[in-house]
């Protein structure tokens, strides 16, 4: 029994991600779909009443503020990292110095560093977009 539950567990750990990215692209795609059936159902619609639609009417995109994305996901990142620094720093202590759970503890160095990085791109793309507008 416990040879299955560590099997369970392993395959979870890696098929997890995969599942995760499967169902957000089936969600992405999905959503498209059903954008181009109600552009289809709104041209088949104005050619019965014989209505002329204008060449670009759905091409005219609403501009999306991402001002401050590369903030957002650089803080993001942050405390993502910080949490699983000190989650498994703390569990080893509290284990007696545990290796496995300080190691892993430092994976959690990666989304902090990240983190950062997208902090600077923030930073240096505002400095760029103020010089431009001077």
């Known amino acids: ?6 099997i369970i567990a392993v395959l979870g750990v890696f098929f997890a991600p ?3 990215v ?33 060449a670009d009417l ?6 999306k503020s991402r ?12 405390a993502l990292g910080l949490s699983i620094l ?9 284990e007696g110095s545990s290796k496995w759970s300080i190691s892993v503890g430092l994976m959690g160095l990666v ?3 990240l983190g950062w990085g997208f902090l600077a791109i923030h930073f ?5 977009e103020r010089g431009e507008q001077e």
Do not use: D
């Open 1 to 6: 029994m416990k040879e299955l539950v560590a």
């Open 18 to 20: 995969v599942a995760a």
């Open 22 to 54: 499967a169902l957000i692209v089936w969600f992405y795609f999905r959503n498209v779909r059903r954008r181009n059936e109600l552009k289809a159902e709104v041209y088949s619609k104005a050619i019965e009443k014989g209505v002329e639609l204008p």
């Open 58 to 63: 759905f091409s005219l995109k609403m501009p």
């Open 67 to 78: 001002k401050n994305v590369w903030l957002n996901v650089g803080i993001t990142c942050i």
């Open 86 to 94: 000190l989650t498994f720093v703390i569990a080893g202590c509290l």
């Open 111 to 113: 989304p902090f560093v």
């Open 124 to 128: 240096i793309s505002k400095k760029q």
